[in-house]
């Protein structure tokens, strides 16, 4: 057993349940809940065991001497984030320059408690025209769950609540902030 499993496994208790197609070598991966910055480690933890590329997007101060370079090795890709940006059009752009590129992000949007997702990974996927995985962080029961490619239909209020259900009784590190689905409210 590799030092990485070891440690996911037998020193954290985590497991892995679901793989990811290797024919898909690119995708938008949502991560649900994010509600704590140890998600981070989980999803290194996550591309290491899996040996699936995977990379997400930060901020382009972060990029800097001294540290840039470990963003970059870890996936990293940066993205400027001032106001008037075509956010959706530039991360689609990346999916069309590069040959492989799975890009990992939350819907939710911040580490905070929120009732609904904000939408731009979906039109990331829809503009980029490829499916959206996705991946639970379950702390309750100590798993990484990664689900089957969805390939989004452009009728995002039928989508949503498919790609929600997933999530179903999923609790993050900071349980107060997990994802209620609220398929009622749907």
Wanted: glycine residues 8%.
């Amino acid at each position: 057993m590799g030092f990485t499993k070891f440690i996911f496994e037998k020193v954290m208790g985590w497991k892995i349940e679901g793989t990811f197609d290797p024919l898909v070598k690119k995708a938008v991966i949502i991560v649900v809940p994010h509600t704590s910055w140890h998600d981070f480690y989980l999803g290194l933890f996550t591309r290491r065991l899996t040996k699936v590329k995977i990379n997400y997007i930060a901020k382009k101060e972060l990029f800097v001497w001294p540290i840039g370079w470990y963003f970059r090795w870890t996936g990293g890709t940066k993205l400027d984030r001032t106001p008037g940006q075509k956010k959706v059009e530039a991360i689609a752009e990346l999916f069309h320059k590069k040959e492989e590129f799975r890009l990992a992000l939350s819907p939710e949007g911040t580490r905070k408690k929120v009732d609904t997702w904000k939408t731009g990974y979906y039109f990331m996927a829809l503009a980029a025209n490829v499916p959206i995985i996705c991946v639970a962080f379950d702390y309750g029961r100590k798993r990484i769950v990664i689900d089957k490619p969805f390939y989004p239909t452009g009728n995002i209020e039928a989508d949503t609540p498919k790609l929600r259900s997933f999530f179903k009784g999923v609790i993050g590190k900071n349980k107060d902030y997990s994802f209620d689905i609220g398929l009622d409210k749907e």
